[in-house]
């Protein structure tokens, strides 16, 4: 029989997702970047509407479709993607997601540039691949400017151009490193690159992943006569012809469904030399270093959408007699979501400030360390924190219909991407172990909020000796988790003592930085104490 719905949570739709994150506003501000306020409210307004929620639905169902050849049998290695996605990418290239932080070099450009990809990301988080890389390879060319012509104007324009000619007004590019035989061991690669004149080589192997390979040019490597090396790898060659790059298939993946993730095999494909022969691994980690940045917003991201939906089913939802967010046990829950959510959003900022060009050398240091640091440590708490948020839309959460099954599915691919755990926290010892001033940099950055919490202190001289204990180890490989962990854990800490009101601040402290709740237990055991309402109420 017909009845009327009640007790159901109204959508969540056609508000300004940057007005609503509190945290986020105040870390824009705090890190210079209070100029962009405006052009910020107008992107959390378009990613807030119904439509673009619609579309990002509509790009993550409708998935890629990989077209080998034409009708007639001709080679085209052509992806077609929804609509949708064009819509949402178009989007955030018109507001500068990807490189608008280089446009308008100035303090807080990349705090700029980081919310807004974070608010693209924190709706449709498949497009921030190629945006992501797309910042990412900028170093890269603003190093090596005899490749780097006529690139640089394309990507830094705020056009879309999906098509795949030549001499586009704007371009996209990606990045393709890993082969069967190797994975992240990239110097086990056996792509075969043959100089052939003019600092242009044929390429001849594989790559076992090539996301978003629609992108008008990569950067892969590939062994050169001298060694590895770094290549610019275009998809259509000048006089208009495709370059030898064969899609053999798209990955069927876990998530991060609306983009495109390929295996190809180059024959005989044109590119072109990028720095030395033999150095391809030191040109290319510029860009590595990027994408790891945006590891971090992503992930970040992810957690502002899963906190923000939990709380508003919360406060919408009513079970015995009461709203949800009035009930004791969901308080906790929604205010321990967003303390992880803050903490993350006050790492990223800080982060991307570190990444602009007035950086001193301590800060280029500080970043060196931190970047790696907190890519292992925010990614890895994504996939957990979206699970919990699920949970409180109860059967809601679990069905398609909603957006914390999408999320859930994606959050893991940012603790992959660019280095799973492992691989990062060794390159933390790695890098520890030979830049003193990094370390020396990090211990500063976390020293400025000493004395104001006993606890942080505690934990501050715990993580120095753990250091210490590390590095002394004669196999300090097995303790990397524990140690990086910690430092991140002191990052963070020091970061919200300092900047956040004092009831994050002070729940931040009991549940992350005590030994018997080590990174934080299952998300609302919150000790006694705690104001869970006041934290609820920044979600």
Sequence with gaps: MPHDVVNQSPPRADLDEYAANTALIEAVERHDAGWAHHRLHLTGQRVGTASFQRDAERANRNEPVLHTHD???????????DDAYHRIIGAAVSDGAHTGAYVEPMPGANVARA???????????????????????VPVLQQHPGVADGWLARVEATTYDPSLTAHKHSALFGMAMTEKQGGSDVRANTTIASPIGDGRYLLNGHKWFCSAPMSDAFLVLAQAPGGLSCFLLPRVLDDGTRNGIRIQRLKDKLGNRANASSEVEYDGAVAALVGEEGRGVRTIIDMVARTRLDCVLGSTAGMRQATAEAAWHARHRSAFGRLLIDQPAMTAVIADLHLET?????????????????ASDEERAFRRLATAISKYWICKRGPGHAYEALECLGGNGYTEAFPLAMRYREQPVMAVWEGSGNVIALDVLRALGRDGDSLAAFDAEVSRAVGADARLDAW??????????????PVPDASARRLVTALALALQGSLLVRHAPHAVADAFCATRLSADAF?????????????????????
């Design 460 to 473: 501050i001289e715990h993580t120095r000796g753990l250091a210490r204990e590390v590095a002394s180890d």
């Design 519 to 539: 990174g934080g237990a299952l998300y609302g055991a919150l000790p006694r104490g705690v104001d869970a309402a006041a934290i609820a109420a920044r979600a």
């Design 71 to 81: 009708r007639y049998g001709h080679r085209v290695d052509e992806i077609e993607y």
């Design 342 to 358: 803050e903490a993350a959003t006050a790492t990223a900022l800080r982060l991307a400030r570190a990444h602009d060009d007035d």
């Design 115 to 137: 919310a807004t990809f974070m608010l693209y990301a924190q709706i449709e988080p498949g497009h921030a691949c190629p945006i992501s890389m797309t910042h990412a390879v």
